[in-house]
């Protein structure tokens, strides 16, 4: 419980501007980690450096961090939110496990630089998106998707 609270604790500017957040957010994923944009296909044509300020970007963005604001606040009681999203991630999307811990990093950062979640927040986010994962990984045997 601990470490839910302490993300939340620094989630309202989040919460408050979902879509800016998460333009931020995916921007920087698909500038760090260029791979993952072909994941997106509706994205996968948009150019490095028209990333920043497109609005579907910054729109899915969005969708992502609502989400993620769910599962934070169940704080742990979390496996009517996370099995359509894991059975969505395996059998429509094909997204592989390394992502979310990659989407991780990205969160902790900007929540780190706009947010103001120190070094032991980031490190409870860490926690939580381990466990969340481990939990989209049991979805993923179950349906026989190896991510």
Same mark, same amino acid.
Do not use: H
């Given at each position: 419980m601990a470490d839910f609270d302490m993300i939340l604790k620094c989630w309202g500017p989040v919460e408050a501007?979902?879509?800016t957040y998460g333009g931020i957010v995916l921007t920087r994923l698909f500038t760090e980690h260029p791979d993952t944009?072909?994941?997106?296909?509706?994205?996968?044509s948009i150019a490095q450096g028209?990333?920043?300020? +497109?609005?579907?970007?910054?729109a899915h963005g969005a969708t992502v961090l609502k989400k993620l604001? !769910?599962?934070?606040?169940a704080k742990g009681n979390h496996a009517a939110i996370l099995k359509p999203l894991a059975t969505t991630h395996a059998n429509t999307h094909?997204?592989?496990? +390394? +992502?979310?811990?990659?989407?991780? !990093?990205?969160i902790a950062? #900007?929540?780190? !630089?706009?947010?103001?979640?120190?070094?032991?927040g980031q490190d409870a986010l860490r926690a939580v998106m381990a466990i969340v994962?481990?939990?989209?990984? #049991?979805?993923?045997? !179950?349906?026989g998707f190896a991510g």
């Open positions: 501007d979902f879509t944009q072909t994941l997106f296909p509706k994205f996968k028209d990333l920043a300020g +497109n609005a579907a970007v910054a604001g !769910e599962l934070l606040k094909k997204i592989k496990l +390394n +992502n979310f811990k990659l989407i991780t !990093e990205i950062k #900007v929540m780190a !630089e706009k947010a103001g979640l120190d070094a032991a994962t481990a939990d989209i990984d #049991v979805t993923y045997k !179950e349906l």
